[in-house]
């Protein structure tokens, strides 16, 4: 028998489907020679400190740091992830090989080895690697599945990364917490979430400390054409109005006239991150809510692997992109024009040496329903007017620079003009935000053609202005910042090249921001990100450069992808955090201390950081025995949950009762417990009972009470 672990129930479905595993039994599908079981995410974690002593129970400062010798994992403490636990362990004991199908990335790796090695794993392990959950994918990947040890470096820096996180995590939280936190609260550190709040902090910084200044300039205007001078703003009324008399007494004349065309380089295709920037800007969606969108569709099918950090496509994908958007049948008006012709096979498209675990974030063969959420929609339209768009051709423009002068002050304006819009028109209907409609109108002045040396009359003006400080974050110039350890850059092939230092993985990202909010470091205003004097104090009392600098975190993240490409041994980046860790301590204890002035917040305790993952996946419809035969389980459908042998027991609730839609939870305390807690909203029982509680009686039949 060879076993299938999938990393949630609902991708084991889609797997034991396409094997004809499709027998139910507790925690797994059986059926021609495989059988397919599921974790819920993460079963196992690092062990606690207490968990290497019980000094470590409490937090004492003279105890640290904490560095055990051999590092352990555990069993999450809860019931479901225990029972399901067993559940494998007694699967990997009978079976005779293991194919790992979890998901293709290092977080996925490393789910699946700690829950092997925790099981005491010694059979033959295979390894599914697959970028989509469509059914020709699944029958793709196990045709060509891959022995466990090519993943072996992928596991190893997935561990390094819990190693680290942990030794700086635990030591630096504790740490700062004895020695600043006044006993009020836990102050967090992390590897990761550290320096992105110092981000955060030296904006906030630099807006506080900015002082507004008022400034005039001079412009004109020539034959309709708004001309600006070309000197140094001006500092007082006085020398502007000086300036303004200057330019009445004068004409203006023409200095050099010139039209360049050039070409505007199609969009890239989305990567995770680039992928929440654009729904954070269009939409105001947050990265985690983006992130849930995405999984949503990628479980469904629609998309491809969504965690992912390139931009490319593999080569040996281009013989499946005209069929891909054939598919598209929502789109069909903008993909006719790419299909009159052989699809463009682009270095800037498909490039394997820029690809990593998976390739871009693409749509699958596989058309969305009308049944997705109106936020998924709005997610797969984005990623599918990007996929059509970096097959068009490139957008022609014309660029026209005018230099002119009136007496000595130079003058000089620009103007664009779209020629062919290639790309653009897949964006043509698209309504734009107040910021992409001035740039517009000041790049698209109509400039009429000049001739060198022409002169005429004039209308100069004073234009007032004043200074702006930087403007704060959003999530989507955060996340653009984490990518690139808090460079500042706009160039898309320079970004590409500095992923590698960016702080955090495209998957964790998300979770560091809303980190920081359940914190209260940061809060959010509009759709700014402002860091609150918790965290702007906490930030000020770190002083060690190693614990905020983005660039270091970026530095510790290239070690790990090159442990992850095995140019990296993985002890090293242990050794080298655990000095650190060991020579902060000894800095933070000798040295001065003063207590950080709290806003109020939870003390969150360490042991629970990873159950809420867990819970959310907890039980599934599978699991669970028919209350009414007590023989099979239970399967979800359409419309209702049933019996897998309902043609016989005949046991089947409805989503909708007496005119409520109920949740999984609701009609999972209806069939466990037999009732549910008090709910309002029917609107169809008959005798017009509008709340109360639905029980099932000793026939099975639901009644309201």
Same mark, same amino acid.
């Given at each position: 028998?060879?076993?299938?672990?999938?990393?949630?129930?609902?991708?084991?479905?889609?797997?034991?489907?396409?094997?004809?595993?499709?027998?139910?039994?507790?925690?797994?599908?059986?059926?021609?020679?495989?059988?397919?079981?599921?974790?819920?995410?993460?079963?196992?974690?690092?062990?606690?400190?207490?968990?290497?002593?019980?000094?470590?129970?409490?937090?004492?400062?003279?105890?640290?740091?904490?560095?055990?010798?051999? $590092?352990?994992? @555990?069993?999450?403490? +809860? /019931?479901? &992830?225990?029972?399901?636990?067993? !559940?494998?362990?007694?699967?990997? #004991?009978?079976?005779?090989?293991?194919?790992?199908?979890?998901?293709?990335?290092?977080?996925?790796?490393?789910?699946?080895?700690?829950?092997?090695?925790?099981?005491?794993?010694?059979?033959?392990?295979?390894?599914?690697?697959?970028?989509?959950?469509?059914?020709?994918?699944?029958?793709?990947?196990?045709?060509?599945?891959?022995?466990?040890?090519?993943?072996?470096?992928?596991?190893?820096?997935?561990?390094?990364?819990?190693?680290?996180?942990?030794?700086?995590?635990?030591?630096?939280?504790?740490? $700062?917490?004895? @020695?600043?936190?006044? +006993? /009020?609260? &836990?102050?967090?550190?992390?590897? !990761?979430?550290?320096?992105?709040? #110092?981000?955060?902090?030296?904006?906030?910084?630099?807006?506080?400390?900015?002082?507004?200044?008022?400034?005039?300039?001079?412009?004109?205007?020539?034959?309709?054409?708004?001309?600006?001078?070309?000197?140094?703003?001006?500092?007082?009324?006085?020398?502007?109005?000086?300036?303004?008399?200057?330019?009445?007494?004068?004409?203006?004349?023409?200095?050099?006239?010139?039209?360049?065309?050039?070409?505007?380089?199609?969009?890239?295709?989305?990567?995770?991150?680039?992928?929440?920037?654009?729904?954070?800007?269009?939409?105001?969606?947050?990265?985690?809510?983006?992130?849930?969108?995405?999984?949503?569709?990628?479980?469904?099918?629609?998309?491809?692997?969504?965690?992912?950090?390139?931009?490319?496509?593999?080569?040996?994908?281009?013989?499946?992109?005209?069929?891909?958007?054939?598919?598209?049948?929502?789109?069909?008006?903008?993909?006719?024009?790419?299909?009159?012709?052989?699809?463009?096979?682009?270095?800037?498209?498909?490039?394997?040496?820029?690809?990593?675990?998976?390739?871009?974030?693409?749509?699958?063969?596989?058309?969305?329903?009308?049944?997705?959420?109106?936020?998924?929609?709005?997610?797969?339209?984005?990623?599918?007017?990007?996929?059509?768009?970096?097959?068009?051709?490139?957008?022609?423009?014309?660029?026209?620079?005018?230099?002119?002068?009136?007496?000595?002050?130079?003058?000089?304006?620009?103007?664009?003009?779209?020629?062919?819009?290639?790309?653009?028109?897949?964006?043509?209907?698209?309504?734009?935000?107040?910021?992409?409609?001035?740039?517009?109108?000041?790049?698209?002045?109509?400039?009429?053609?000049?001739?060198?040396?022409?002169?005429?009359?004039?209308?100069?003006?004073?234009?007032?202005?004043?200074?702006?400080?930087?403007?704060?974050?959003?999530?989507?110039?955060?996340?653009?910042?984490?990518?690139?350890?808090?460079?500042?850059?706009?160039?898309?092939?320079?970004?590409?090249?500095?992923?590698?230092?960016?702080?955090?993985?495209?998957?964790?990202?998300?979770?560091?921001?809303?980190?920081?909010?359940?914190?209260?470091?940061?809060?959010?205003?509009?759709?700014?990100?402002?860091?609150?004097?918790?965290?702007?104090?906490?930030?000020?009392?770190?002083?060690?450069?190693?614990?905020?600098?983005?660039?270091?975190?970026?530095?510790?993240?290239?070690?790990?992808?090159?442990?992850?490409?095995?140019?990296?041994?993985?002890?090293?980046?242990?050794?080298?955090?655990?000095?650190?860790?060991?020579?902060?301590?000894?800095?933070?204890?000798?040295?001065?201390?003063?207590?950080?002035?709290?806003?109020?917040?939870?003390?969150?305790?360490?042991?629970?950081?990873?159950?809420?993952?867990?819970?959310?996946?907890?039980?599934?419809?599978?699991?669970?025995?028919?209350?009414?035969?007590?023989?099979?389980?239970?399967?979800?459908?359409?419309?209702?949950?049933?019996?897998?042998?309902?043609?016989?027991?005949?046991?089947?609730?409805?989503?909708?009762?007496?005119?409520?839609?109920?949740?999984?939870?609701?009609?999972?305390?209806?069939?466990?417990?037999?009732?549910?807690?008090?709910?309002?909203?029917?609107?169809?029982?008959?005798?017009?009972?509008?709340?109360?509680?639905?029980?099932?009686?000793?026939?099975?039949?639901?009644?309201?009470?």
């Amino acid at each position: 028998m060879k076993l299938c672990i999938a990393e949630k129930p609902s991708v084991a479905r889609d797997i034991a489907k396409v094997l004809g595993a499709t027998t139910p039994k507790q925690g797994y599908m059986e059926g021609n020679g495989y059988c397919v079981t599921w974790t819920f995410g993460h079963l196992c974690t690092l062990k606690e400190p207490h968990d290497y002593g019980p000094q470590y129970k409490s937090w004492n400062l003279f105890l640290l740091p904490i560095i055990p010798n051999n $590092f352990g994992i @555990k069993l999450i403490p +809860n /019931k479901g &992830v225990e029972n399901q636990f067993k !559940v494998i362990e007694r699967l990997v #004991a009978e079976c005779d090989e293991v194919i790992n199908c979890g998901d293709a990335g290092q977080e996925g790796e490393l789910i699946q080895r700690w829950v092997l090695q925790k099981a005491k794993c010694n059979k033959p392990v295979h390894r599914l690697w697959i970028s989509s959950l469509t059914e020709e994918a699944i029958k793709e990947g196990f045709a060509s599945l891959k022995p466990a040890e090519d993943y072996k470096n992928l596991y190893l820096a997935g561990n390094a990364r819990a190693v680290g996180d942990w030794l700086l995590g635990i030591n630096a939280t504790r740490l $700062f917490t004895k @020695k600043f936190g006044g +006993n /009020k609260a &836990v102050l967090s550190i992390g590897r !990761v979430q550290t320096p992105t709040l #110092a981000m955060l902090v030296q904006r906030q910084k630099e807006i506080d400390a900015f002082t507004t200044e008022e400034y005039w300039e001079l412009k004109t205007k020539y034959r309709d054409v708004i001309f600006n001078a070309a000197i140094d703003r001006l500092k007082t009324l006085d020398r502007a109005e000086k300036g303004l008399e200057y330019l009445k007494e004068n004409i203006f004349e023409i200095v050099s006239f010139e039209i360049k065309e050039g070409r505007e380089k199609n969009p890239r295709l989305f990567d995770l991150t680039g992928l929440q920037v654009e729904a954070n800007k269009k939409y105001g969606y947050s990265a985690e809510n983006t992130l849930n969108y995405i999984q949503s569709l990628y479980e469904k099918k629609h998309v491809t692997y969504p965690r992912v950090d390139t931009t490319y496509l593999s080569e040996s994908l281009y013989p499946k992109i005209e069929g891909i958007l054939r598919k598209m049948s929502f789109y069909q008006d903008l993909i006719a024009p790419l299909l009159e012709a052989p699809i463009p096979k682009s270095k800037a498209v498909f490039d394997d040496t820029k690809v990593t675990d998976h390739h871009a974030i693409i749509p699958t063969e596989v058309p969305p329903s009308q049944n997705l959420s109106r936020e998924e929609k709005l997610i797969y339209d984005l990623i599918a007017k990007r996929f059509i768009s970096v097959f068009y051709p490139e957008c022609k423009i014309s660029n026209t620079l005018v230099e002119g002068k009136v007496g000595t002050i130079p003058f000089k304006t620009s103007g664009k003009q779209i020629l062919e819009p290639g790309w653009r028109a897949v964006y043509a209907k698209e309504p734009k935000d107040e910021t992409e409609k001035e740039k517009d109108k000041e790049e698209e002045q109509t400039i009429p053609e000049f001739k060198v040396g022409e002169t005429g009359p004039h209308d100069p003006m004073i234009h007032q202005g004043k200074t702006s400080p930087p403007k704060p974050y959003t999530e989507a110039t955060l996340l653009r910042a984490m990518e690139t350890a808090g460079k500042q850059v706009e160039d898309e092939e320079l970004r590409e090249l500095l992923k590698n230092n960016g702080i955090g993985r495209p998957s964790t990202r998300a979770n560091i921001i809303e980190t920081l909010f359940k914190r209260k470091y940061i809060e959010k205003k509009r759709k700014n990100l402002i860091a609150t004097q918790t965290g702007i104090q906490l930030i000020d009392t770190i002083e060690d450069e190693l614990l905020k600098s983005p660039e270091l975190t970026g530095e510790w993240e290239l070690k790990l992808r090159k442990i992850e490409k095995g140019e990296y041994e993985a002890n090293h980046f242990k050794e080298e955090l655990i000095q650190m860790v060991t020579e902060l301590t000894e800095k933070v204890v000798y040295g001065k201390g003063k207590v950080i002035n709290l806003e109020e917040e939870k003390v969150v305790k360490e042991k629970k950081k990873r159950e809420p993952v867990a819970k959310k996946e907890l039980q599934s419809w599978e699991e669970i025995k028919c209350p009414k035969c007590k023989e099979h389980h239970l399967i979800k459908g359409k419309t209702a949950v049933g019996c897998s042998d309902f043609k016989n027991c005949g046991f089947k609730v409805s989503f909708e009762i007496f005119g409520k839609k109920l949740s999984d939870k609701q009609l999972m305390d209806l069939i466990i417990k037999g009732k549910t807690s008090k709910l309002k909203g029917f609107s169809t029982h008959p005798e017009n009972m509008t709340e109360g509680v639905l029980s099932m009686d000793e026939h099975f039949n639901i009644i309201l009470v």
